[in-house]
């Protein structure tokens, strides 16, 4: 399926239970992935490094300490981003082929298989971190140090890592394509149409500096919105509609939410599930 995934989706839906395996698994590999980073960054720094003072008078912190604060967070933000890309990438499947009721779990098995690829670039980034730490020139301030170990840490600096974050890339690309093409009665032109604009974004964004870990609260606050959002919009939709007609003359059984209001849900859920990626520390993690 994820070599050939022109001929993998003929016979039908991927397993939900192996994409969420995928998936877990993906989770907890960016995590050590990115915690080795960090560990190579703090073995390279040692000693203090200037900072500015109010007094017109150098003060010195320890290099260690501006790294750990820079990069807290990261780590909890490379496992967490990575649920909420694929709760995203399931959702816009969902709005894009306006399911707003049912198949969403088909489509969420399709996300997770198709983001197998990225286990490449998950064990590619430490690698070439490490490679390139020897040459790595540390900052001899504590300013410039706080800016250049996120960056460092993530790979986005490492122009080989790059190339194997944009080929794993397409690479999922291509996946979500065909799977797309062969679940659904999309046409492989619409789906690549839909896919294309996402990935040019994406791999835009790669050099994005990462947040660090003060947004770390707001990020699960937009998981934990989202979340439920994108997966049972229909429910929590019809939950509210209940509500409304609390008082009424209407049977709470058998009030049914408009259509609008579920793909509105649905579209929220979207925006907070992006919105907690960019808030771990944006797709430089992913």
């Known amino acids: 399926m994820i070599v050939r995934p022109d001929q993998a989706f003929e016979s039908g839906a991927p397993s939900f239970r192996i994409a969420c395996a995928i998936v877990l ?9 990115v915690a ?18 109010s007094f017109d008078r150098t003060a010195m912190r320890t290099a260690t300490g501006v790294v750990a604060r820079a ?14 890309c694929w709760l995203a990438t399931a959702a816009v499947f969902a709005l894009l082929l306006g399911r707003n009721r049912g198949g969403f779990r088909e ?34 301030t504590a300013p410039g140090l706080r ?30 394509v065909y799977g797309l093409s062969s679940l659904t009665d999309v046409s492989r032109r619409r ?15 790669l050099s994005m500096e990462p947040f660090q870990g003060q ?20 429910k929590l939709s019809k939950f509210g509609e209940q509500l409304d007609a609390i008082g009424s003359k209407r ?12 793909w509105l849900n649905r579209l929220l859920g979207t925006v907070f599930c992006t919105a907690s990626i960019v808030f771990f520390g944006g797709t430089a993690l992913l």
């Open 251 to 262: 049977r709470m059984r058998d009030v049914e939410p408009a259509a609008w209001n579920v």
């Open 147 to 176: 800016e250049a170990a996120p960056r460092f840490v993530t790979g986005v600096t490492l122009e080989p890592f790059l190339v194997v974050a944009v080929v794993t890339i397409l690479w999922q690309a291509v996946i979500y």
């Open 107 to 140: 489509l969420l098995a399709l996300a997770g298989v198709g983001f197998a690829p990225a286990a490449v670039r998950y064990t590619a980034r430490p690698l070439f971190v490490s490679r390139a730490g020897s040459s790595w020139p540390v900052p001899e």
């Open 191 to 205: 789906a690549a149409m839909w896919v294309g604009p996402v990935v040019v974004a994406f791999v835009g964004s």
């Open 25 to 33: 698994v993906l989770a907890v590999a960016n995590g050590f992935g």
């Open 36 to 53: 080795h980073s960090i560990q190579v960054v703090t073995e390279l720094v040692s000693g203090t490094v200037r900072i500015e003072s």
């Open 215 to 234: 947004f770390s609260i707001v990020s699960l606050f937009c998981l934990c919105v989202g979340g439920p959002l994108v997966t049972w919009p229909y």
């Open 71 to 84: 990069t807290n967070g990261l780590v909890l933000g490379a496992v967490l981003a990575v649920l909420s």
